[in-house]
Structures are given as structure tokens and as C-alpha cells.
């Protein structure tokens, strides 16, 4: 058996495991990554956000295409297969896939192609592809070894019509109808997608309204466009049981209802890969949804072994999972870092969804004295130049010192135009401002015409107190 020695080893190889490895090789440590894919870009670039982004904008073009009527000069409506449209998906990742290998020689960081698994708190155990085994020792540990999608045991996720997120990538036809079980994020944005596909969608939620977290006036707006694309939305269903069989899959709610569909997608939950890491072998214990709980240094209860992205938890998002990489980094060798929990959310659902700050609810319930600034895109010019003139941008600030508190949007492009307030919001007083928006000569015709619409109209409501 061969054996290894660095200052940090870091198991998985997603945002999380590259951003930590890429951070601590430039502070000077001597890094290697384990993965056991044989490719680098973790379940982001080969399972979860890459493949959904990639596969919703074929799908978002197609339905551009098919509903502007320019472009009936060119043709009559045309529909994509999943398989068709999975192509697109398939190039996108290998261009991730080179460009995230690349940092790893660029970088300096051995890349060890394995299965890693805890020997004590200064080694691990490395099942290599051929079925040999090497021995990896290090002073530093970094667990990234992210989620996967959770699976009920009374659910047969062995049988040809019934898929989780990550096998709904491999699904080799488009079917009729299908339902989709879980209304969270990525079920909202699977079903945004099968929607623009042409498939009949059953979307069902466990819950009373979609993706509660958002500003009430946001879900409702999901609410509405999913149904305006025809998904059908249930909401406070629970399954009682999931019966496949050759022709489809019959769901019994436990509501007494029958939902029948060519497919299902089970949406409902996520758990963290850590049940093949031998964390008894260093004494650590995850929870019930595989997760590891870490201190404000990103430090398991273990001294040495730290622990980022997904198998910590929320807010399971690649955005977060690169930043606490390059925050664990930091932290190691002691040089400040920053504790992730001011992500904003970006939802790729059709119409987009993205936020930052507090919502109306949040605010009404603290007692904050705020207003709020409102501007649909369909009164800004580059929203009609562009045909997409579905959406909203909402701000809500103070009402005395006039501090942007939130900005929630949906619409074309809602996930970039976020990024703006989210900049001003960032300031220190008195420079977070809704002034700003008012006070700035912004590019005609942007999307950017839209925080001065809102900020207009917001400080309008105001002026008339
Ligand atoms: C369908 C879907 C859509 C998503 N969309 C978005 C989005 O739009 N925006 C966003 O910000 N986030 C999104 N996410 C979430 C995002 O993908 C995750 O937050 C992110 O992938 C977490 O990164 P990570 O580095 O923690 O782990 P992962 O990306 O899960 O990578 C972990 C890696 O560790 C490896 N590994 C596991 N165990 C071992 C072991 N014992 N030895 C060696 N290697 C091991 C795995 O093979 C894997 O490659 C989405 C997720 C899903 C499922
Ligand atoms: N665009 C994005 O940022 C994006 C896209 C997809 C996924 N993600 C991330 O991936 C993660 C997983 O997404 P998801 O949609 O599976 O998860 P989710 O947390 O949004 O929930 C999925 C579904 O499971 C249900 N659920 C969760 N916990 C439950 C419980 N204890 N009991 C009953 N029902 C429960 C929810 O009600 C929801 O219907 C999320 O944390 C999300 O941030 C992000």
C-alpha cells in the first residue's frame, strides 16, 4: 500500500471541495482533493445545478421560440425531446469539466480519484477505481462530500418510471404526463421545465403555499405562472403510497386522491453524503439527514477535520458551498474569514425567482416601520424590446431612514438584476439607500430602469404619508 502525507486533504471535489483546495494551495498548503467520480465538479457540474440551468435555458429558448411571433417567419412551433434537449446539458458539462480540471494542474492540487474513507483524524483509507486501496495521511481534513437526493424506502426507485434528480437526467424519452413530488426549489424548477417541454405536470406540495420562504408576493406570482403553463399545482398532499407499474405510476394521497402519471419525480428532500465516510472512526456522528454540524470556523467537533457545502446543511447552494470553501481556507491558516449567511436566493424556475433581504412577513412581524417600491417589467422598455414582460421587482426599505431592508424579483433575468440592490443594500449607512436609485443615471434601456421605477414609486407612497 502506498502512502501519501500532505497539509490538507479535502474529500469531495464540488464548489465547495474545489474552492477550499484551489484558496488553501495559494495560502501556501500542500493540497490534494479525493473524488470518487472519475471526473471533478461534484453533483453541482454532473447532477444538480449545471444540468437544471442547462437543460431550463434549451428549454426557456424553445418556448421563446415557439411563442414570439417573429420568428414564425422562420417556422411553425416545434417541440424538443428531453433526450434532444439533454444533448445541450451533456456539452455544457464537459466545458465545466475541462475548465474545472484545469485549476487542479494550474493550481497545484493532486487530484486522487477515489472513495475516501476515515482511518483515524490524520488518515484516510482511498478505494481506488482499479479496487486497490491507498493510504492518504494529513494534518487537515475538509469534508465536501455534498448531498444527494433523499429516498423513502417504500418508494421504488428501482423501477424504469420513477426517478429522483439526479436520475431524471438519464430518462431516455419525454413522457405524456408526469408528477412531481416535493414542490421545493427543485421541484418547482423541474416543473417549470417539463411545463416548457409540453408535459402535462402534477406538481405536489406538502406544504400550503410554494417555496415558503419567499416574499408571499412572489410564491403567488409562481403560483400563478406555473398554473398559467398549465402545471397543476396541489398543495398540503402527503403520499400514502407510490404504485408503479408498467404503464405509469399511480400515487395515493392521503387525502383519499388517485394521482396517475407516466413518470414520477420524487422531489422531497436531500441527505448528506456521509454514511460511507467512517466518521466512527474519528468520532463524529452526522444527523438524521446525513449532516455534520461545524463551529463558526467551519470545524467539526474533531480539531482537525472541518466540513463545508451541502453535508453541513443549509443553505445548500452552490453559491454558499464556493464561499465557505474559500472561507474554511482562510480560516485554517488563520486569516480571517467570513461566516456564509447572507446568500441571496436565485430560483431558475420560469419565471425566474431571486431575492436578498427581508420579506414583507419578516418585516411586519419585527415591527420595522418600511414601505415598499414597486415596478412590473412590462412597463420598461428593454422588457418590450425583449418580448418578456412577465415579471416584478420589489423594494422595501425604511420609511425614516430609507435603508433597503429587501428586494425580491421575478422575471426574465431576476437572478442578475437582483445582484444591483443587492449591492447597495451591502453599503454602510447612510450609503444604503434608496436614494441611490433615484440619484443614478442608469444605461436606457436596462432592466436597471426598473429599481428607478421602484424606487419612484416607493418613495411616492411615502411623500403622501
Ligand atoms: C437539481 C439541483 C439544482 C440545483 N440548482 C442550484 C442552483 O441553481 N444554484 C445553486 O446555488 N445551487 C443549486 N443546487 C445546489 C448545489 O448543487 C449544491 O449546493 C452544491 O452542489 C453543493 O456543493 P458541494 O461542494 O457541497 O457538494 P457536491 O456538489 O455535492 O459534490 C460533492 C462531491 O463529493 C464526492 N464524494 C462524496 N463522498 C465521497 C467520498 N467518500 N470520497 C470521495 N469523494 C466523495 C461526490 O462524488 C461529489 O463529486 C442545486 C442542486 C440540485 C440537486
Ligand atoms: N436555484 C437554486 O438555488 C436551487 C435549485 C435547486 C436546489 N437548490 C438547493 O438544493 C436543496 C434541495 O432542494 P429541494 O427542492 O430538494 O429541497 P427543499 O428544501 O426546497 O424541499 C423539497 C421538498 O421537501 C419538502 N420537505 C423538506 N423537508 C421536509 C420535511 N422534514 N418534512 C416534509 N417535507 C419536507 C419541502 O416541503 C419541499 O416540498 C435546497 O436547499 C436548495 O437550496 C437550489
Given at each position: ?223 400563478y405562472h406555473l398554473r398559467d403553463m398549465?402545471?397543476t399545482v396541489r398543495h398540503r398532499e ?199 436609485f433615484v440619484n443614478t443615471t442608469f ?23
Open positions: 500500500m502506498a502512502e501519501q502525507k500532505f497539509d490538507l486533504v479535502v474529500i469531495g471535489s464540488g464548489p465547495a471541495g474545489e474552492a477550499a483546495a484551489m484558496s488553501a494551495a495559494k495560502k501556501g498548503l500542500r493540497a490534494a482533493v479525493i473524488e470518487k467520480r472519475q471526473v471533478v465538479g461534484g453533483n453541482c457540474t454532473h447532477k444538480g445545478t449545471i444540468p437544471s440551468k442547462a437543460l431550463r435555458h434549451s428549454v426557456k429558448q424553445l418556448m421563446r421560440y415557439n411563442t414570439q411571433s417573429v420568428f414564425r417567419a422562420l417556422g411553425e412551433p416545434r417541440r424538443l425531446t428531453f433526450p434532444q434537449v439533454m444533448q445541450t446539458v451533456n456539452k455544457v458539462i464537459s466545458y465545466q469539466v475541462e475548465m474545472h480540471t484545469a485549476c487542479y494542474a494550474r493550481n497545484r492540487v493532486e487530484l486522487i480519484v477515489g472513495e475516501a474513507r476515515f482511518r483515524d483524524t490524520n488518515s484516510v483509507e482511498v478505494l481506488l477505481p482499479d479496487g486497490a486501496t491507498e493510504i492518504i495521511s494529513s494534518e487537515k481534513f475538509i469534508i465536501a462530500t455534498g448531498s444527494r437526493p433523499y429516498r423513502p424506502a417504500d418508494v421504488d426507485f428501482g423501477h424504469a418510471r420513477v426517478y429522483d434528480s439526479d436520475t431524471i437526467l438519464d430518462m431516455q424519452h419525454t413522457p405524456h404526463s408526469i408528477m412531481i413530488y416535493g414542490a421545493g426549489v427543485i421541484g418547482c424548477e423541474y416543473a417549470s421545465i417539463f411545463a416548457g417541454l409540453g408535459v402535462k405536470v402534477d406538481l405536489i406540495n406538502t406544504r400550503g403555499s410554494l417555496l415558503e420562504f419567499l416574499d408571499d408576493e412572489i410564491s403567488d406570482a409562481l403560483s398549465g402545471v402527503e403520499y400514502a403510497k407510490v404504485v408503479p407499474t408498467d404503464s405509469g405510476v399511480i400515487m395515493e394521497m392521503q387525502s383519499g386522491k388517485r394521482i396517475h402519471a407516466d413518470a414520477l419525480l420524487w422531489c422531497n428532500g436531500r441527505t448528506g453524503n456521509t454514511s460511507g465516510l467512517g466518521l466512527d472512526s474519528i468520532g463524529l456522528e452526522a444527523n438524521h439527514r446525513g449532516q455534520l454540524s461545524v463551529d463558526e470556523h467551519y470545524c467539526t467537533e474533531v480539531d482537525n477535520v472541518y466540513a463545508v457545502g451541502d453535508v453541513i446543511g443549509w443553505p445548500s447552494l452552490a453559491s454558499a458551498s464556493y464561499d465557505q470553501g474559500r472561507a474554511v481556507a482562510a480560516a485554517i491558516v488563520g486569516r480571517g474569514h467570513r461566516i456564509i449567511e447572507d446568500a441571496p436566493t436565485g430560483i431558475y424556475t420560469l419565471p425566474e425567482i431571486s431575492s436578498v433581504g427581508k420579506t414583507e412577513s419578516e418585516l411586519t412581524a419585527a415591527k420595522v416601520p418600511y414601505e415598499v417600491g414597486r415596478a412590473l417589467f412590462k412597463h420598461t422598455a428593454r422588457a418590450q424590446i425583449s418580448g418578456e414582460r412577465v415579471g416584478m421587482l420589489k423594494i422595501l426599505f425604511h420609511i425614516e431612514t430609507g435603508e433597503i431592508l429587501g428586494i425580491h424579483c421575478f422575471g426574465a433575468e431576476a437572478a442578475e438584476i437582483v445582484h444591483i440592490g443587492q449591492a447597495i443594500m451591502k453599503q454602510p449607512a447612510p450609503n444604503n439607500s434608496i436614494d441611490y444605461n436606457y434601456p436596462t432592466m436597471a430602469e426598473a429599481y428607478r421605477s421602484a424606487a419612484l414609486d416607493g418613495l411616492n407612497r411615502v411623500a403622501r404619508l
